[in-house]
């Protein structure tokens, strides 16, 4: 009896360990909202780093250079943030960027000189505009803590980011997307296409550019001078 008693009391303490652990594993369980959303950013992160080489390699505008610099920097910072959480979360990333991305990468190599660097700014400006707006879709609407709190860490990043392509632009006499008065990127607002042949990184050029992760809804605010 004292046998099976203690063979009980064992059991019973394996279970208590374990319980918590089999706990924290089912919780840690990523939407399709969260699981997009990683998947996106992580591709929106190799395209900025390649077109950030690209910049520092072919930019002929001093500002453009140093600005490719900085994205190199800070999307391979985010990057490592995301393959982690991915990683502890278990959702597959895409090996390359979208086929999108990948074309407007094969223009920017195509590109030279001033040419270069205006194609550079606009399709920065459409990327980042649709990566601030999945990055705010994640905050509202994503339900891992985990997944939600890079978000907030990645937003103030994207919009450095922004802030920094549209000086440039209009240095540059580059069209500027809308924005709220506040200089966000509107949420739900449209991108304007840069040009016809010229398609935004991460998704397919269309009356609306389409959010990764969201949906446009909204009414996106003009600009205040």
């Not at 594993?25 to 399709?32: D, I, K």
């Not at 250079?65 to 982690?84: A, I, R």
């Not at 959702?91 to 590109?111: G, I, K, M």
Request: hydrophobic share 35%; proline share 8%; glycine share 8%.
């Amino acid at each position: 009896m004292l046998g099976i008693k203690r063979l009980g009391l064992l059991a019973a303490l394996v279970l208590v360990g374990v319980a918590p652990a089999a706990a924290a594993q089912a919780a840690a369980q990523p939407s399709e909202q969260d699981t997009q959303y990683l998947q996106a950013v992580h591709q929106v992160n190799l395209y900025e780093i390649a077109a950030g080489e690209l910049a520092q390699e072919k930019g002929q505008n001093q500002q453009v250079k140093e600005l490719g610099q900085q994205f190199v920097t800070d999307h391979t910072e985010l990057d490592q943030s995301v393959q982690d959480l991915a990683g502890q979360l278990n959702v597959e990333l895409p090996s390359e960027p979208t086929t999108d991305q990948q074309t407007a990468l094969d223009q920017l190599n195509n590109a030279s000189g001033e040419e270069f660097d205006r194609l550079w700014v606009t399709q920065g400006l459409a990327g980042h505009v649709q990566a601030i707006q999945a990055t705010q879709t994640e905050i509202s609407q994503g339900t891992e803590p985990q997944v939600v709190q890079l978000a907030q860490t990645a937003l103030p990043v994207l919009q450095a980011h922004y802030d920094a392509l549209v000086m440039l632009a209009e240095e540059l006499g580059i069209p500027v997307p809308e924005t709220s008065p506040s200089g966000t990127p509107s949420p739900g607002g449209t991108v304007p296409a840069p040009g016809a042949t010229t398609p935004t990184p991460g998704e397919t050029f269309t009356e609306e550019a389409p959010v990764p992760g969201g949906t446009v809804t909204e009414t996106p605010v003009p600009q205040q001078s």
